[in-house]
C-alpha cells in the first residue's frame, strides 16, 4: 500500500510538470508511477468490479470507445476511460492519475479502455479484461506490424484472455474466427451490417480482406447489433438480424460517415452486453446523437462562419472509407481540400500504402494544397490519379495560413495523418479558442 500510495504522489507531480510544459497527453507519468510500483495497474483497477472492457483494432478505436463511454454514464454507471486517446498501458496510467485518490484505487463501475494492439496484451499480463469489443483488422502502418495476420494474431491473443465476454465485428473474417478459441465458459456478442448495407463497402472489403479464409458466417441472436443506414447521415441499428431484438433510432450523429455508424453499432453491442436488461435504446439513442466527435475524427471547426473539417487518415481502409463517404454525400457547395502527410514514427516511416487508395473521386474539384514532410509524394499519388494539385507547401503552419486565407468563403476539410492532425489541431485551438487535446473527452 505505501508504494502505491509513493506511485500516485510521484505519478500526480510528474502529471503537474508535463502539463506545465505543455504536454497534456504524455505518458511520462505513468512511467514514473509505473518504476515506483511495477504491480500500479492491478491495483489501481482492483476496485472496479463492474468490468474492465478493452477496445481495440485496426480503425475507429477512438471514436468507438468514446461512443461506449458516453451510453454507458447516460445510463448512470461511472466510467474510467483514457480520454487523451493515449492507447498505451503508460498513456492509461497517466490518464488515471488525474482520477486516483492518495490510497491508489480507482472508484469507477467500470473502466472502458482504447488500447493499441500490440499494447493491449501487455496491458491483459497486468490486468485480465472481463469483456473485449474486437473491431476489425486492416493492413495499418507498413512498418509498424507488419502483416495482417500477426495483428489478427495480437487481437486473438486479447480475447483469450477475456473472463467474461468479447464483442466481435461478423463481417471481418479476421475477427469473426477468434470465437472459435474462447475461454470456456466466455460469451460472445456481435455486430456488423444489415444485408442492405453491406453492398457499400465494395472496394473496402476487396482491399483489406483479399487475403483472408473463407469462413463460414457465424449464428447470431437477438442481442447482437446490425447497421442499417438510412441515407447518408441517418441509421438505425437491429438487434437481430430482423430487428426482433429491438433497435435504435433512427438516429444522426454529429460525426458523419459509414465508418461513424459502423463504430455507434459497435459500442451500442458492446453496451447492450454490458448493461443486459437495464440497457435503454431511447437512452442510447440521446447518448450518440449528443456526442461530439473526437479530437480530430470528423471535428468540424467554425472557422470565420464556415465549417472546416479534421479528418484523420492512417493506413487505406481509413482513407478509402473517409473519400468514399464524401463522394456519397454529394456536398451541396464544393469543398476546399487540403491533404497532410507527415512520415513521423507516429504516423508510420513507409507512405507506400497511399497507392492502395483511389483518389479519383477528388477530381472533379481538385486538391487545394499539399503538406507535411510527405507533401511532394502527396501530390505525386494524386497525379496518378489525374486529380489536380493547387499547391505544395511543405510547411505545415504556412499551408494552413495560405489555405484558410485562399478558401475564407466555402467550406473546408484536411486528410491529416496522426502527427500533422496534432499540429493543426493546436494552431486552430490557439486561434478558435477550442477544447484542447483531451478536453473533449473528459
Known sequence: ????????????????????????????????????????????????????????????????????????????????????????????ISAMLGELPLGGRLHADLA???LDEAHALRFADAVA???????????????????IDHTAQLLARLAGQATRGVVLNVDDSYISRIADGLADGVRVGWFGLDDSAKERLGELQEQDLRDATDVAPPSTGPTDAFLT???????????GRRGEGGRVGPLELHQRGLAAMINATAATAMARTLLGDHFVSATAKAALQAMAPPFGRGEVIDVDGNPLE?????????????LGTYAAEHDEAPVATMITI????????????????????LRANGVALTSGLRAWDMALRLEYDDVTVGAVEPDLNRA????????????????????????????????????????DAQ
Not at 42 to 60: C, D, F, Y
Not at 129 to 147: C, G, I, K, M, S
Request: aromatic content about 8%; charged content about 25%.
Open 112 to 114: 472502458v479502455l482504447e
Open 1 to 92: 500500500m505505501l508504494r502505491t500510495t509513493a506511485a500516485v504522489i510521484a505519478g500526480k507531480a510528474a502529471r503537474v510538470a508535463t502539463r506545465l510544459r505543455g504536454g497534456g497527453g504524455s505518458a511520462f507519468p505513468g512511467l514514473v508511477a509505473e518504476r515506483v510500483d511495477p504491480a500500479f495497474l492491478r491495483n489501481a483497477l482492483a476496485e472496479v468490479r463492474g468490468g474492465i472492457v478493452v477496445v481495440s483494432g485496426t480503425n475507429g478505436k477512438t471514436t468507438t470507445t468514446k461512443m461506449l463511454v458516453a451510453i454507458l454514464r447516460a445510463h448512470g454507471k461511472v466510467v474510467f476511460t483514457n480520454p487523451t486517446g493515449s492507447n498505451f498501458t503508460r498513456g492509461v
Open 229 to 239: 443506414p438510412l441515407d447518408a447521415r441517418r441509421f438505425e441499428m437491429l438487434f
Open 400 to 439: 494552413l495560413d495560405r489555405f484558410l486565407a485562399e478558401h475564407r468563403d466555402q467550406p473546408k476539410r484536411i486528410f491529416c495523418s496522426y502527427t500533422t492532425m496534432m499540429a493543426m489541431r493546436r494552431v486552430l485551438a490557439d486561434r478558435y479558442d477550442l477544447p484542447e487535446f483531451g478536453e
Open 342 to 361: 507527415n512520415d513521423l514514427d507516429a504516423d508510420g516511416r513507409d507512405v507506400s500504402w497511399l497507392y492502395d487508395v483511389n483518389f479519383e473521386s
Open 310 to 322: 479534421l479528418v484523420l487518415v492512417k493506413n487505406p481502409a481509413g482513407f478509402t472509407v473517409a
Open 129 to 147: 479484461p472481463t469483456d473485449a469489443l474486437l473491431l476489425n483488422v486492416a493492413r495499418d502502418q507498413l512498418d509498424r506490424f507488419a502483416e
